[in-house]
């Protein structure tokens, strides 16, 4: 059986030092935020070259809690790219703001720059980018559109942990950045975990008022805010792997060589990186016309695939009321029936890629 991920490959692989990181914090008890969440943001922030750094409950809250500290709220609108996980989407409607729509790049799967123009209005106040599956967006021409319009940028990073454009790390071209630590993620707690970061202190200091329940100072509740902080024990394993996490995307990347040479010359489509990107292949997605036919081969010899995501954001149920066509979004109602995410984890190994790629070779 060929896994989608596996993380007990990469435990095993670091088993004692992480296994000692958590005894210390055990024996500390340094549960909640405390002494290694503060070691971690320092480490985070200084991985991603940016001055500041909240480590909160999750790459969900991070969101939400960003466009509020922002000061985006209700009659807003927030420009969103059509294929994301629904968390992008979700934390706008969340502070009471809209999420506008914008289709995506037919080649890097990204939002379309081209598009967004069109999109903006008197109400639109931020652009959340997504760096999907690992891409990075061109943030130069992004923060071009976002300046000449006034808005913020929130750099949705959930997937793409040491990605690149234009040798400078995601996350610190815009207002700010989110950041997603869940398990399968590039980097990955114990558990449910997520940053955020930003090289501005007015953002930092309400962000992290906002997800320690409004205090600034103990028992100083300036405003109404939310519980939402990181678990020392996350914060600890964070730390032990985020000195893995070159390494492992370097054999991320290698194995997204391995595969594109081997689908070369066929006429699947292999995914494309950006001129002056680092993908950092979060996700190996490939797109063909025969897709559900080779996810049930796949199946067959005992091999996971899954589909990120099978329905596009403006036509899942829950935005039934915005009352989108396909034809609103062509290149993102195309993609969701096209794209295949094939086994992709640092310790994959070129057996099991030659199996998969000689099997979908021939099925197509
Ligand atoms: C995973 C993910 C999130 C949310 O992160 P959680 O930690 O699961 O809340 C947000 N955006 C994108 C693009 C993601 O992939």
Redesign the pocket.
Known sequence: MIPFVNLTAQYKSIQSEIDNAIKKVMSETAFISGKYASLFEKEFAQFLGIKNCIAC???????EILLKAMGIGIGDEVIVPAI?????SE?VSSVGATPIFVDIDNDYYTIDINKIEEKITPLTKAIIP???YGQPVDMEKLMDIANKHNLKVLE????AHGAEFNAKKIGTFGDCA?????P??NLGAYG???AMVSNSEDIIKTARMIANHGQEGKHNHIIEGRNSRMDGLHAAVLSVKLKHLNTWTNQRIANANNYNSKFENSNLLSPKVINNGKHVF?LYVIRHKNRDQIMSVLKDNNIESAI?YPTALPFLECYNNYEYKFSDFPIAYQFQQEILSLPMFPELDDTSINKITSLIKDII
Do not use: R
Request: glycine share 10%.
């Open positions: 409950a999750n790459g969900t809250d991070s969101i994301s996980w629904i968390s992008t934390a997504v760096h999907l949705d990073c959930a997937q989110s950041f997603s630590f869940y399968g993620k449910d975990a997520g979060h990120h």
